[in-house]
């Protein structure tokens, strides 16, 4: 499989893990390191992100990607994605686009997100 082909694949295991708030591939999916920053323009990391689909405070009911681009680097890949989404944060509804920018390596072998980047895109 390609470097191409291995991203797609964990990308698409993501956007199914988040819609499924599946705290253990969610787990898997991110370093431990990982930074992210959000639409609120607020910082967190791993441990955050995934307490927040835990618990109920984020929960996405869609997430259809409008766009997709990738580029390979050498140790890594970055991930610029387009997305429509619905769902709720903190029991409030939410609906729009979205733009993603993710940053995976390859760590211990497999693909990790270590940054991203989340903004309202109109």
Do not use: C
């Not at 390609?2 to 956007?15: C, P």
């Not at 994605?81 to 497999?110: C, H, P």
């Amino acid at each position: 499989m390609s470097a191409l082909e291995e991203i797609q694949f964990v990308e698409q295991r993501l956007r199914e893990a988040m819609l499924n708030s599946d705290i253990k591939e969610l787990d898997a999916l991110l370093s431990d390191e990982l930074l992210v920053t959000g639409p609120d323009g607020k910082l967190v990391g791993k441990a955050d992100d995934l307490a927040a689909h835990r618990t109920g405070i984020v929960r996405i009911k869609a997430m259809v990607p409008q766009e997709i681009i990738v580029k390979i680097l050498p140790e890594a890949a970055v991930v610029f994605a387009l997305m429509a989404m619905q769902g709720f944060i903190q029991d409030q509804a939410f609906e729009g686009l979205y733009r993603y920018t993710r940053v995976w390596s390859k760590q211990t072998g497999n693909w990790q997100i270590i940054a991203a980047h989340i903004s309202a895109a109109s």
